[in-house]
């Protein structure tokens, strides 16, 4: 008998995926934890002891982590974002009041498309975005604002 074909993707696991480069994942993994609630799933660490690839988790969202290497870098190592993740949280207000030592670039907000929304970068240059969905808008109702020249 064949054996069944393997869920894809894998339970537990969103279709995308986001897969972030830190040069410290261990204190990463920490500091996620504690500045925005993330939980560790799992970690694998290579023959030098050191953390290869983690997983965390924030209600049903994943975040996968390893270590830049030469051909791939994260935004510390280039000194510019290189990506930005977008997380809708149940309360945006309770969850900025508890971040802790993030570097805020925008305050919780009103926003044109619905979101109530902060934007934070940890230590090592990623932008995260923590929104909460607080009202609808129609594709037609919606309008940017303007920019100041």
Do not use: C
Request: glycine content about 8%.
């Amino acid at each position: 008998k064949e054996a069944p074909m393997p869920k894809n993707p894998p339970a537990n696991m969103p279709r995308i995926t986001p897969y972030l480069l830190y040069e410290d994942v261990g204190g990463a993994i920490q500091w996620l934890a504690r500045a925005f609630g993330f939980r560790e799933r799992m970690r694998l660490t290579g023959p030098n002891g050191a953390i290869a690839h983690a997983e965390m988790q924030r209600d049903d969202g994943v975040i996968m982590m390893g270590n830049p290497g030469p051909q791939y870098r994260n935004p510390k190592q280039l000194g510019h974002v290189t990506q930005m993740l977008y997380v809708y949280v149940d309360d945006v207000d309770k969850h900025f009041a508890r971040q802790a030592g993030a570097k805020i670039i925008d305050e919780p907000a009103d926003q044109f498309y619905g979101d109530r929304r902060y934007a934070a970068e940890d230590p090592e240059g990623h932008l995260w975005y923590f929104a909460q969905h607080v009202r609808d808008v129609a594709p037609e109702d919606m309008k940017m604002p303007a920019r100041p020249s």
